[in-house]
């Protein structure tokens, strides 16, 4: 049985930075497409960034390009959201996201219905 944990969350001030972590268990994450997910109450999950094989480049939601690090650690079957320089709008419940690699085309990589496996989500709450 897959699992993803996600940690790092938190009360942050605008400006700050800040990682989450996203730990796989139940398969081994190297080659798989990965992704992060935010949610704010009354609207559908929106894409931040994901990296759908290695080799290509993340794509970005436009709000968070230039702010935003995805990063994967295969020792630890691990990935990682780095985010810069944070404002009040990122505030949401994020999510990380996996796919099988192979299982996602290019262009339904910002959809989160291409996503087999799902963290429980982590707070994120930046003040003003």
């Known amino acids: 049985q897959v699992q993803l944990v996600e940690s790092g969350g938190g009360l942050v001030q605008a400006g700050d930075s800040l990682t989450l972590s996203c730990v796989a268990s139940?398969?081994?994450?190297?080659?798989?497409?990965i992704a992060w997910f935010r949610q704010t109450p009354g609207k559908e999950r929106e894409f931040v960034v994901g990296l759908r094989r290695r080799g290509e480049r993340p794509g970005y939601a436009d709000s968070v390009k230039g702010r935003v690090t995805i990063s994967r650690d295969n020792a630890k079957n691990t990935f990682y959201l780095q985010m810069d320089s944070l404002k009040f709008e990122d505030t949401g419940v994020y999510y990380c996201a996996l796919a099988p690699t192979g299982r996602i085309i290019l262009s339904a990589m910002r959809n989160a219905r291409s996503y087999y496996y799902w963290g429980q989500g982590t707070q994120v709450t930046v003040s003003s």
């Open positions: 139940g398969r081994t994450i190297d080659t798989d497409s």
